[in-house]
C-alpha cells in the first residue's frame, strides 16, 4: 500500500478477436482513408499502448487518488507524476492515434484510437479526464470554427500544448441547459465579454499546459429564452502572454469527490475581477447547441469507455485474485475437514461471479468497437462515394451513443461493485484497486448527461431519425442473425434473441402511440427501461456473433493449442448472457404493456414526510 505499482491488466487478445475477426476491420486497412494502416501497425500500437500504460499512468493511479488537486492561490496542482505523464503521452503520440495528421496526429481508424482510449483510462481515469477533453474541444474547433481559429488552437489542443474544457452546467440549471444566464456581450470588434458562473467542469484548471481553452455556453443579449438562444465561445484560460489569469477566468474552488480525485472538478467564474473575453465558435450566433453536440457526443462514447475501462480492469483483478487466493475446500469435499484447500476460482459462485464479470465485459467492449467500426466503414464509404452505404452506417452510430454511454456506464459500476464482492473484505479495503475502480466509476452514469437524458434521447430522438429508418434497420439486422444461425451451436438462443427484436420493435410501436395520445408523461416514466432492453438485445447479438465467430475459428485448432480456451470462453460467455438477459427484454415489453402509473398517480407526501 502506497508504493508507485501498477496493478493495470487488458485483455490484447480480446481487443485483436474483435477488430480483425469479429469486425474484420482488415477490410478497410491499406485503402482510404486509412490507406497508410496496416493490421500489423494496429496490433504494435495497442502492445505500446498497453505498456506505456503500466509504466507510466499504473503507478500514479493510486497516489492520484490519495493525494488529489490542491487549489493553492487560485491555482490547481495536479497530482504527483501527472505533468510528466502529460508530456509523456504527447510525445509518444497515443493521444493522436485517430487524429488529422494535419493537426498533428496518426490519421487511424477511431476503432483502434477507442482501444487505446480503454487501456489509458483503466490505468488512470482521473488522467485521462484530462485528455480527453482536450481531444473533444480541438475537434469542435476543427468541424465548427473559422479557418484562423482552426490555425490558432487545433493543433496545440491535439498535442498537448493546450488543454481544453467544456462548460455547460450553471449551478440554478442543472441538466436544464436552455436555462443557462452566462452572458456574452459584444465588444464591437468580433469578441464578446463573458459573464457567468459555471460548476462542475471536469480538469476546469490544472498545472499540465500553458493555457486551457474553455468552450462556453452562453447568451447574447438579443437571443431568446431556451437552448435556441445559446450560442458557443472560444475563452482560453490565459490571454497569449498575459500570465495565468490573464483573461479573468477564476477557479472558484473544486469539489471533494467520491472518486477521480486526480481529476480537477471545478467552479469557473467567467469575468471575475475584469474583462473576460472570448470569440465565437465560427461566424453565426445562436449555434451552439449543435456545436456543442458534437463534443458531447464524443464525450458520451468516452464515458461508455470509461464504464468499459474500469469495469475490464476491475474484473482482471478479481479473476488474478482468484486464481492465486487459496481458500476452502473443493465443495464436492466439504465434509472432508482434511481435503486441500483450492483456489477459489474453483468454488462454482466464484466462477459464477467471473463469467458474469466476463461476459459484461467483453461484450460492452464488442458494442464500442462495433459503433467505432461503423464510424470507419462510414468514412471508408464516404471516400468510395457510397452515399448510401455511408447513411446506413451513421444511422446506427445515432442510435448506438445513447446506449453505450447509459449502459456501459451502469454496468462499470455494477461490475467493479461485483469484482468487490468476488475478492471479498479484501476487495473493501484500498490494498487492491477494486474500491477505488467502484468509486471512480459511479460518476459515469451522471456526467456528460444523466443516463435518464440518454434514455430521452433515445426514444425521443434517435428512434424517429431517418422515419424511422435506422431502428427498422437495426432490427433487421438482429433477426436475419438469429434466422441464419437456428441450425448451428447457437440455436438454443436465437428464439430468443429474435422474441427480444420484436419486443423492441413493438415498445418502439407502443411509444409512438403514447405520443399521438398525449401520454408523454409515460414516454419519460419507460425511456430508462426501453434503453436497457436495447442495450441487452445488442450486447447479447454481438456476444452471440463473436460466439459464431469463435466457434468456426476454434474447430480449426489442434486440442492443444492456447487459443481453443480463448475461444470456448467466447462460446460460454455469449451464452450465458443470452440466456439472463433476453427474456428481461421480453418482459420488460410486457411490464410496458401496463402502462403502470403507480410513480406518477402516488401523491408527493405519498412518498414520506419528515417529522
Same mark, same amino acid.
Given at each position: 500500500?502506497? !508504493?508507485?505499482?501498477?496493478?493495470?491488466?487488458?485483455?490484447?487478445?480480446? #481487443?485483436?478477436?474483435?477488430?480483425?475477426?469479429?469486425?474484420?476491420?482488415?477490410?478497410?486497412?491499406?485503402?482510404?482513408?486509412?490507406?497508410?494502416?496496416?493490421?500489423?501497425?494496429?496490433?504494435?500500437?495497442?502492445?505500446?499502448?498497453?505498456?506505456?500504460?503500466?509504466?507510466?499512468?499504473?503507478?500514479?493511479?493510486?497516489?492520484?487518488?490519495?493525494?488529489?488537486?490542491?487549489?493553492?492561490?487560485?491555482?490547481?496542482?495536479?497530482?504527483?507524476?501527472?505533468?510528466?505523464?502529460?508530456?509523456?503521452?504527447?510525445?509518444?503520440?497515443?493521444?493522436? &492515434?485517430?487524429?488529422?495528421?494535419?493537426?498533428?496526429?496518426?490519421?487511424?481508424?477511431?476503432?483502434?484510437?477507442?482501444?487505446?482510449?480503454?487501456? #489509458?483510462?483503466?490505468?488512470?481515469?482521473?488522467?485521462? #479526464?484530462?485528455?480527453?477533453?482536450?481531444?473533444?474541444?480541438?475537434?469542435?474547433?476543427? +468541424?465548427?470554427?473559422?479557418?484562423?481559429? $482552426?490555425? +490558432?488552437?487545433?493543433?496545440?489542443?491535439?498535442?498537448?500544448?493546450?488543454?481544453?474544457?467544456?462548460?455547460?452546467?450553471?449551478?440554478?440549471?442543472?441538466?436544464?441547459?436552455?436555462?443557462?444566464?452566462?452572458?456574452?456581450?459584444?465588444?464591437?470588434?468580433?469578441?464578446?465579454?463573458?459573464?457567468?458562473?459555471?460548476?462542475?467542469?471536469?480538469?476546469?484548471?490544472?498545472?499540465?499546459?500553458?493555457?486551457?481553452?474553455?468552450?462556453?455556453?452562453?447568451?447574447?443579449?438579443?437571443?431568446?429564452?431556451?437552448?435556441?438562444?445559446?450560442?458557443?465561445? &472560444?475563452?482560453?484560460?490565459?490571454?497569449?502572454?498575459?500570465?495565468?489569469?490573464?483573461?479573468?477566468?477564476?477557479? @472558484?474552488?473544486?469539489?471533494?469527490?467520491?472518486?477521480?480525485?486526480?481529476?480537477?472538478?471545478?467552479?469557473?467564474?467567467?469575468?471575475?475581477?475584469?474583462? =473576460?473575453?472570448?470569440?465565437?465558435?465560427?461566424?453565426?450566433?445562436?449555434?451552439? %447547441?449543435?456545436? %456543442?453536440?458534437?463534443?458531447?457526443?464524443?464525450?458520451?462514447?468516452?464515458?461508455?469507455?470509461?464504464?468499459?475501462?474500469?469495469?475490464?480492469?476491475?474484473? *482482471?483483478?478479481?479473476?488474478?485474485?482468484?486464481?492465486?487466493?487459496?481458500?476452502?475446500?473443493?465443495?464436492?469435499?466439504?465434509?472432508?475437514?482434511?481435503?486441500?484447500?483450492?483456489?477459489?476460482?474453483?468454488?462454482?459462485?466464484?466462477?459464477?461471479?467471473?463469467?458474469? %464479470?466476463? @461476459?459484461?465485459?467483453?461484450?460492452?467492449?464488442? *458494442?464500442?468497437?462495433?459503433?467505432?467500426?461503423?464510424?470507419?466503414?462510414?468514412?471508408?464509404?464516404?471516400? @468510395?462515394?457510397?452515399?448510401?452505404?455511408?447513411?446506413?452506417?451513421?444511422?446506427?452510430?445515432?442510435?448506438?451513443?445513447?446506449?453505450?454511454?447509459?449502459?456501459?456506464?451502469?454496468?462499470?459500476?455494477?461490475?467493479?461493485?461485483?469484482?468487490? !464482492?468476488?475478492?471479498?473484505?479484501?476487495?473493501?479495503?484500498?490494498?487492491?484497486?477494486?474500491?477505488?475502480? =467502484?468509486?471512480?466509476?459511479?460518476?459515469?452514469?451522471?456526467?456528460?448527461?444523466?443516463?435518464?437524458?440518454?434514455?430521452?434521447? *433515445?426514444?425521443?430522438?434517435?428512434?424517429?431519425?431517418?422515419?424511422?429508418?435506422?431502428?427498422?434497420?437495426?432490427?433487421?439486422?438482429?433477426?436475419?442473425?438469429?434466422?441464419?444461425?437456428?441450425?448451428?451451436?447457437?440455436?438454443? $438462443?436465437?428464439?430468443?434473441?429474435?422474441?427480444?427484436?420484436?419486443?423492441?420493435?413493438?415498445?418502439?410501436?407502443?411509444?409512438?402511440?403514447?405520443?399521438?395520445?398525449?401520454?408523454?408523461?409515460?414516454?419519460?416514466?419507460?425511456?430508462?427501461?426501453?434503453?436497457?432492453? #436495447?442495450?441487452? +438485445? +445488442?450486447?447479447?447479438?454481438?456476444?452471440?456473433?463473436?460466439?459464431?465467430?469463435?466457434?468456426?475459428?476454434?474447430?480449426?485448432?489442434?486440442?492443444?493449442?492456447?487459443?481453443?480456451?480463448?475461444? !470456448?470462453?467466447?462460446?460460454? @460467455?455469449?451464452?450465458?448472457?443470452?440466456?439472463?438477459?433476453?427474456?428481461?427484454?421480453?418482459?420488460?415489453?410486457?411490464?410496458?404493456?401496463?402502462?403502470?402509473?403507480?410513480?406518477?398517480?402516488?401523491?408527493? *407526501?405519498?412518498?414520506?414526510?419528515?417529522?
Amino acid at each position: 500500500m502506497g !508504493q508507485a505499482v501498477n496493478r493495470y491488466r487488458c485483455d490484447l487478445r480480446d #481487443m485483436r478477436f474483435l477488430l480483425f475477426e469479429q469486425f474484420r476491420l482488415d477490410d478497410l486497412l491499406g485503402k482510404p482513408p486509412y490507406a497508410d494502416w496496416s493490421r500489423d501497425d494496429a496490433i504494435a500500437i495497442l502492445g505500446e499502448v498497453y505498456k506505456w500504460s503500466c509504466e507510466v499512468l499504473g503507478p500514479i493511479n493510486a497516489g492520484g487518488d490519495r493525494v488529489g488537486c490542491v487549489l493553492d492561490e487560485g491555482r490547481v496542482r495536479t497530482p504527483p507524476g501527472f505533468r510528466e505523464a502529460w508530456k509523456s503521452l504527447y510525445q509518444a503520440g497515443w493521444r493522436g &492515434i485517430g487524429v488529422n495528421p494535419e493537426h498533428g496526429g496518426q490519421g487511424g481508424p477511431l476503432a483502434v484510437s477507442l482501444l487505446a482510449g480503454e487501456m #489509458m483510462s483503466g490505468a488512470n481515469t482521473a488522467f485521462n #479526464m484530462y485528455t480527453g477533453l482536450s481531444q473533444g474541444v480541438a475537434e469542435v474547433i476543427e +468541424t465548427f470554427g473559422t479557418p484562423e481559429q $482552426v490555425a +490558432t488552437y487545433c493543433r496545440k489542443l491535439f498535442t498537448g500544448v493546450y488543454a481544453g474544457t467544456m462548460c455547460l452546467t450553471e449551478a440554478h440549471a442543472g441538466s436544464d441547459v436552455g436555462a443557462a444566464l452566462t452572458r456574452a456581450t459584444p465588444v464591437g470588434d468580433g469578441t464578446y465579454r463573458i459573464e457567468g458562473t459555471k460548476i462542475f467542469i471536469s480538469a476546469g484548471d490544472h498545472d499540465l499546459t500553458d493555457n486551457i481553452i474553455h468552450l462556453v455556453l452562453a447568451r447574447t443579449p438579443d437571443a431568446p429564452a431556451g437552448t435556441k438562444g445559446l450560442s458557443l465561445f &472560444i475563452v482560453p484560460r490565459d490571454v497569449p502572454g498575459g500570465g495565468h489569469g490573464s483573461n479573468h477566468v477564476v477557479t @472558484a474552488s473544486i469539489e471533494h469527490k467520491m472518486g477521480i480525485n486526480g481529476s480537477a472538478t471545478a467552479v469557473l467564474a467567467f469575468g471575475e475581477g475584469g474583462p =473576460c473575453i472570448g470569440e465565437l465558435v465560427g461566424r453565426e450566433e445562436r449555434r451552439g %447547441m449543435a456545436q %456543442m453536440f458534437k463534443m458531447m457526443n464524443l464525450a458520451r462514447i468516452g464515458v461508455g469507455l470509461q464504464g468499459l475501462a474500469v469495469a475490464g480492469a476491475a474484473y *482482471l483483478c478479481a479473476l488474478e485474485y482468484a486464481g492465486q487466493r487459496v481458500q476452502g475446500a473443493h465443495i464436492k469435499n466439504w465434509k472432508d475437514p482434511n481435503a486441500p484447500k483450492v483456489p477459489i476460482i474453483q468454488h462454482p459462485n466464484i466462477r459464477r461471479m467471473l463469467l458474469d %464479470m466476463k @461476459a459484461r465485459v467483453e461484450g460492452i467492449r464488442a *458494442l464500442i468497437v462495433k459503433l467505432g467500426v461503423h464510424r470507419d466503414r462510414e468514412l471508408a464509404a464516404r471516400a @468510395a462515394s457510397d452515399e448510401r452505404a455511408a447513411e446506413h452506417h451513421l444511422g446506427q452510430i445515432d442510435l448506438l451513443v445513447p446506449v453505450v454511454k447509459a449502459y456501459a456506464s451502469d454496468q462499470g459500476f455494477q461490475v467493479t461493485v461485483l469484482a468487490i !464482492q468476488c475478492l471479498g473484505g479484501a476487495g473493501y479495503i484500498n490494498d487492491h484497486p477494486v474500491e477505488q475502480y =467502484c468509486r471512480d466509476s459511479k460518476i459515469f452514469s451522471i456526467y456528460e448527461g444523466t443516463n435518464h437524458i440518454q434514455a430521452l434521447d *433515445l426514444v425521443g430522438r434517435k428512434l424517429g431519425l431517418r422515419g424511422g429508418a435506422n431502428f427498422q434497420a437495426y432490427v433487421e439486422d438482429v433477426r436475419r442473425f438469429a434466422a441464419e444461425h437456428r441450425a448451428d451451436e447457437l440455436a438454443p $438462443v436465437m428464439d430468443q434473441l429474435d422474441a427480444a427484436a420484436g419486443a423492441l420493435s413493438e415498445s418502439a410501436m407502443r411509444m409512438l402511440g403514447w405520443s399521438h395520445a398525449g401520454k408523454t408523461e409515460l414516454i419519460d416514466l419507460y425511456a430508462n427501461r426501453f434503453l436497457e432492453m #436495447m442495450a441487452r +438485445t +445488442t450486447v447479447a447479438w454481438v456476444l452471440l456473433e463473436g460466439a459464431a465467430v469463435a466457434r468456426r475459428a476454434g474447430r480449426e485448432l489442434p486440442d492443444q493449442h492456447p487459443d481453443r480456451a480463448f475461444y !470456448q470462453g467466447k462460446f460460454h @460467455a455469449a451464452m450465458y448472457y443470452a440466456k439472463l438477459e433476453l427474456p428481461a427484454v421480453v418482459d420488460g415489453a410486457r411490464f410496458m404493456a401496463q402502462e403502470m402509473r403507480h410513480s406518477l398517480d402516488i401523491a408527493d *407526501l405519498g412518498f414520506g414526510r419528515f417529522e
